[in-house]
Each structure stands twice: as C-alpha cells, then as structure tokens.
C-alpha cells in the first residue's frame, strides 16, 4: 500500500508540473511592416485605435495629444510596466508549502512491516522582510512611472519644438515664394529695359542668375519643411500623408517688458512638477525599504517543518503517530551584515542622485532663463533695426519699379540682404519659442503665461 501510495503522489506532482505550459509568441517582422504600412497616417495607440491626424490644419495642442497616444517608443515603454507590477506581485505572494513523503522501517525483512511517513512544511512570511520587499517593489512601481511622466513631457515637448519650426519654414517658405516673385519682376523689368537700350547683357544675365538662387534657396526651404514633417510624424508614431500636410498656429509675439518667474519660484515649481524629481525620490524610497527588508532579516525566525506530521505503520493502525515540528534560524554564524552593508550604501547612493537631481534642475532653469532673456532681447532689437529698413526697402523697390529706373546690382544685393534680415527675424522668434519650451521642459509642466512673457500655452 506504501508503494502504491508513493506512486500517486509522484503521478500528482508531476501531472500538475505539467498544466504549466508554456505557449510561444512567433515575431513577425514582415506582418508587422505590413501593418504599419496600413495604418499610413493613423498612429497606433496601446489600448486600441488611434485618433487619425486628418486633413484640417495640425494644432499643437493635438500634436501633442497624437503623439502620446501613437509614439510607439512610449507605447513599448508602457508595456514595460507590467515588469514592475510583476516584481511587486512576487514581493506580495507567500512561499509554497512542502508536503514530504517517506517509506520507513525499510530494514524490516517482511513487506508487511513497512510503513509511511509524511508531513507538510512551510515558512511564514518574517513581518519586516515582507513588509520590505513589498514596500520597495511598490517604490520600483512609483519610479517606473514618473520615469514615463518625464519621457511623456519630453515627448510632448519635443513635438511642440517640430510643430514650431515648421510654422517658422512655412514662414520662410512664404518670404522665399515672394523673393522669387521680385526676381521674376526685376527679370521682366530688366528685360524690357534691354530691349529699349537702357539695359546691357550682363544686367541681363546676372537677373537670370539671381532668379536661378531665389529658386533653390525656395527648394531648400521646401525639403526643410520636408525633413521636419518627418520629424515630427516619427514622434507622433505615424507615416507622413501622401497630400499637403498642414500646421496651424504662428510664431506669437510677446511684450518687451512681459514678467518673467524667479528661478526661485521655477526651481519650487520643479521641485512639485518634475517627474524626473519624483523617480529619484522613489528610487530613494526603494532602497530604503530593501534596508528595512535586510534588516528584519538578521532576526530569528520560524519555520514549520512539520505541521503536521503523520506516521504510520502498514498493517497495525494502532501503530500512528502524529506531531508538530518548528525550526528557527539561530544568528550566530551570520547576522546578515553584507547584505545590510549593501542596502545601507545604496540609500545613500539614491540620497546623492536625489541631490544630483535638485542641482542638475537649478542649473537648467538658470541657463533656460538666460536663454529667454538673451533671446527676447535679440529679437527686440532686430524689431527695432531691422522692421523698418525692410519697410523702406519695401516702399523704394515700389516707387523704383513704376518708374523702371532700377540698379540691377544695388537691388539684388538690398534683396538678398532683405531676405536674409526677414530669415533672421523669423529665426529669432522660432529661437525663443524654443527657449520658452526648453524652460518648461526643465520645469516640468506650463509654467503659466507670466513667465512666458505673453506666449500661448497649452496643455497636452
């Protein structure tokens, strides 16, 4: 009866080792490439189908709101969290207990002797280690998300930063089409000069030279809001649309003496607002609950190593008995002090990093403050200098073209510094723009329209 006893259990055990089976996922790049060459301009959120980017004009704010939902690097992030989750369900869960099964009295000559034995074993969770593990893993759950958070802000930063330099090519893109147009008049001007006598070949030639580059500086203006585009459809985690993609919104002016925040009170606004402040805390908070789970661990504990424990002889049931065992650890040889040691130096290198963290976000905000400062102040003084020159230059290529007395080589060299004074400016809005949402970044959130000296603020 022992033997066939004996061979249920195994039969058991291994039966239920068994029922866990493991079920392989295949990777297929090839059907992946074909969805993504499917969904076109539609990104792909994680929990399901995302909004498509449309035909209407691309706001900001709805870049933004794209781009978190369809990043598809953010959404491989996000999927990476059920690691954490999976860690603090480990931290959570008791240990299994052991069942033993023994044949005893095999030294009996007859079969009828043998008896068995069996008992179940099993150690309790030790409170302050338990407590611990799940204390830091639930720390570990914390920093993986603030972590997200500031890839989030980035990403939604990021996105802010393309869809504003494409406002600024199609700026540049607009002043190109209407040099090309000057070119084109001055071309034709010179052309009808030439035919009355008052204009040589060489004016000629060096009109049509000058259309050829007010030509290619619009195409190099065009593959740059190409490039752009691109750009910007990667963080929104879709493909570029086949038709005329469209952004909505201009490069706002802000007043000259627009307030600016104390890098004081940013430095406090980060100090609430910055996730990447917030993951440094909570890594802090993980290693010190993993001290606390090291320390509990150097106590004395229990473990019930029979509980219970039935034995008993074949043939004669009278012959049964029944107990109890309770082992505990004795920490004398080991008080668990390298461990302790280890935990002990890893609260304090999170202590450090949380520092680092603090000064790292003062000296950001202080150069994204000089950034704006030393940015507004030049785009006041090229409003000064340069707005009304190019109005005047506007005025006189007017009156010089009604009267078709012009000088070939003084225009075009007014036009290509024209031009590039206009590029300039538009560089210098896109360049505080810029500023602006690299200060924000630092912060952490929209750090309201004071301390952005008038300019419009969303939130993703």
Same mark, same amino acid.
């Given at each position: ?10 039969v ?6 068994g ?8 990777l297929?790049t090839?059907a992946?490439?074909?969805?993504l060459r499917?969904s /076109?301009s539609?990104?792909?959120a994680a929990?399901g ?5 449309g ?11 794209l ?9 491989a ?11 603090? #369900? ?5 240990a299994?207990? +052991?069942?033993r ?9 007859s079969f009828?002797?043998?008896? $068995?034995?069996?008992?179940?074993a $099993? ?5 302050g #280690? ?5 204390? %830091? ?8 998300? @603030?972590?997200?958070?500031?890839k989030? $802000?980035?990403l ?16 540049e893109? &607009? ?9 084109q008049?001055?071309?034709?001007l ?15 030639d060096? %009109?049509?030279l000058?259309?050829?580059? !007010?030509?290619?500086t ?7 809001r190409t490039?752009?585009?691109?750009d ?6 879709? +493909?570029?649309?086949?038709? @005329? ?10 007043a000259?003496?627009a ?5 004081e ?5 980060a ?10 805390k ?5 290693a /010190? ?15 019930l190593?029979?509980a ?6 074949e043939l004669?049931g ?10 505990v +650890?004795?920490?004398?040889l ?5 461990r ?7 609260? =304090?290198a999170?202590?450090? &990093? ?11 905000? %202080?150069? !994204?403050?000089? =950034? #704006? ?5 030049m785009? *006041?003084r090229?409003h000064?200098?340069i707005e009304?020159i ?5 005025r ?7 009267v ?9 060299a007014?036009?290509?510094?024209a ?11 896109? /360049?505080?723009?810029k ?7 630092? #912060?952490g959130?929209? *750090?309201?329209?004071g ?8 939130t993703?």
């Amino acid at each position: 009866m022992a033997t066939q006893t004996l061979k249920k259990i195994l039969v058991l055990a291994f039966s239920a080792g068994g029922l866990a089976c493991f079920h392989p996922e295949p990777l297929d790049t090839g059907a992946m490439m074909s969805d993504l060459r499917r969904s /076109q301009s539609a990104p792909v959120a994680a929990g399901g189908a995302a909004p498509q980017v449309g035909n209407e004009p691309l706001a900001e704010s709805r870049g933004v709101a794209l781009a978190l939902a369809g990043n598809r690097d953010l959404r491989a992030l996000r999927l990476a969290r059920g690691v954490a989750v999976g860690e603090s #369900v480990t931290a959570a869960e008791l240990a299994n207990p +052991t069942l033993r099964f023994e044949v005893t009295h095999l030294q009996e000559a007859s079969f009828g002797q043998l008896g $068995w034995d069996t008992r179940l074993a $099993w150690e309790p969770p030790q409170p302050g #280690v338990r407590a611990g593990r799940r204390g %830091a893993a639930q720390a570990r759950i914390q920093e993986f998300d @603030s972590e997200l958070s500031e890839k989030e $802000w980035d990403l939604a930063c990021d996105v802010r930063s393309k869809h504003a330099t494409i406002v600024a090519v199609d700026a540049e893109i &607009q002043i190109a089409q209407d040099t090309l147009k000057n070119r084109q008049k001055l071309g034709d001007l010179v052309t009808r000069r030439a035919a009355q006598g008052a204009a040589t070949r060489f004016e000629i030639d060096l %009109a049509k030279l000058s259309l050829v580059s !007010a030509a290619r500086t619009l195409d190099e203006r065009r593959l740059s809001r190409t490039m752009a585009v691109h750009d910007l459809f990667r963080l929104l985690g879709a +493909t570029p649309p086949v038709t @005329s993609f469209q952004v909505a919104g201009t490069l706002t002016e802000e007043a000259p003496d627009a307030p600016v925040l104390t890098a004081e009170a940013l430095e406090d606004q980060a100090m609430q607002s910055r996730p990447l402040l917030s993951a440094a805390k909570a890594r802090y908070e993980a290693a /010190q609950e993993t001290l606390r789970a090291e320390e509990a661990a150097r106590w004395p504990w229990i473990r019930l190593s029979a509980a219970p424990r039935i034995r008993r002889k074949e043939l004669t049931g009278s012959l049964t008995d029944f107990g109890v065992g309770l082992d505990v +650890t004795v920490p004398i040889l080991n008080f668990n002090g390298g461990r302790i040691q280890s935990a002990s130096a890893a609260r =304090d290198a999170a202590r450090g &990093q949380v520092a680092s963290a603090l000064e790292s976000i003062r000296v950001d905000i %202080a150069k !994204a403050l000089a =950034d #704006v400062a030393a940015q507004r102040a030049m785009l *006041v003084r090229l409003h000064g200098e340069i707005e009304p020159i190019l109005a005047d230059h506007d005025r006189l290529l007017a009156a010089a073209a009604q009267v078709a007395e012009l000088d070939v080589r003084a225009f075009l060299a007014a036009e290509d510094m024209a031009l590039a004074s206009r590029t300039q400016l538009i560089d210098a809005k896109l /360049q505080l723009k810029k500023a602006h949402i690299a200060l924000e970044r630092v #912060v952490g959130t929209h *750090v309201g329209t004071g301390a952005m000296g008038g300019m419009e603020t969303r939130t993703p």
